[in-house]
Antibody, heavy 115, light 107 residues
Framework: QVQLQESGPGVVKPSETLSLTCIVSGGSINAYKWNWIRQPPGKTLEWIGYVSSTWSTNYNPSLKSRITISMDTSRNSFSLELTSVTAADTAVYYC?????????WGLGTMVTVSS | EIVLTQSPGTLSLSPGDRATLSCRASQSVTTYFAWYQQKPGQAPRPLIYGISTRAPGIPDRFSGSGSGTDFTLTISRLEPDDFAVYYCQQYEYSPRTFGRGTTVEVK
């Protein structure tokens, strides 16, 4: 059974960079698309972007200028960097595998942007 | 960007009732359309992918249908565990987009 686990700081200061990692277990990262999704409190889900097994990336245009998603095959993990954060970036951040839709999700990690 | 409009926003029903949730897309989606269930404090759980295929372990009281711009999730007989928020999603085009959700609550 594939499992995903997000990790990263719970609080990030305004204007700084948010960095999250998703470790994949129970399967190889050398296939599929690996996504980041976020959900502000009380709101719907917002797709951030993905990195594929061929190392290509695809980002949400609304965030494209601020995000980088990368993959580390040696650690079977992928990462998200979001620069110049503001309070609007406060959300639960999920990582998910894309094959039959988003078929495996991490538990999510809450990130609060606050000074 | 494809906008997904879910209706109704809230559905108040009793256990044993039939639930019909709708999702309308701003542009045609051919194949890659999904539904998720989310409970408070949990990650979304995939229910349906490819418009009508149940995800592994999903009971057959859940069914998906539709084509083009109109899609439906039907829960044939609500069980207590089914009261939650349901999201539709298209993953055919980028950016992937989600609807705003339908809350199925106990009447």
């Amino acid at each position: 059974q594939v499992q995903l686990q997000e990790s990263g700081p719970g609080v990030v200061k305004p204007s700084e960079t948010l960095s999250l990692t998703c470790i994949v277990s129970g399967g190889s990262i050398n296939a599929y698309k690996w996504n980041w999704i976020r959900q502000p409190p009380g709101k719907t889900l917002e797709w951030i972007g993905y990195v594929s097994s061929t190392w290509s990336t695809n980002y949400n245009p609304s965030l494209k200028s601020r995000i980088t998603i990368s993959m580390d095959t040696s650690r079977n993990s992928f990462s998200l960097e979001l620069t110049s954060v503001t309070a609007a970036d406060t959300a639960v951040y999920y990582c998910a595998r894309e094959w039959s839709a988003f078929d495996f999700w991490g538990l999510g990690t809450m990130v609060t942007v606050s000074s | 960007e494809i906008v997904l409009t879910q209706s109704p926003g809230t559905l108040s029903l009793s256990p044993g009732d039939r639930a019909t949730l709708s999702c309308r897309a701003s542009q045609s989606v051919t194949t890659y359309f999904a539904w998720y269930q989310q409970k408070p404090g949990q990650a979304p759980r995939p229910l349906i992918y490819g418009i009508s295929t149940r995800a592994p372990g999903i009971p057959d009281r859940f069914s998906g249908s539709g084509s083009g711009t109109d899609f439906t999730l039907t829960i044939s007989r609500l069980e207590p565990d089914d009261f939650a928020v349901y999201y539709c999603q298209q993953y055919e085009y980028s950016p992937r987009t989600f609807g705003r959700g339908t809350t199925v609550e106990v009447k």
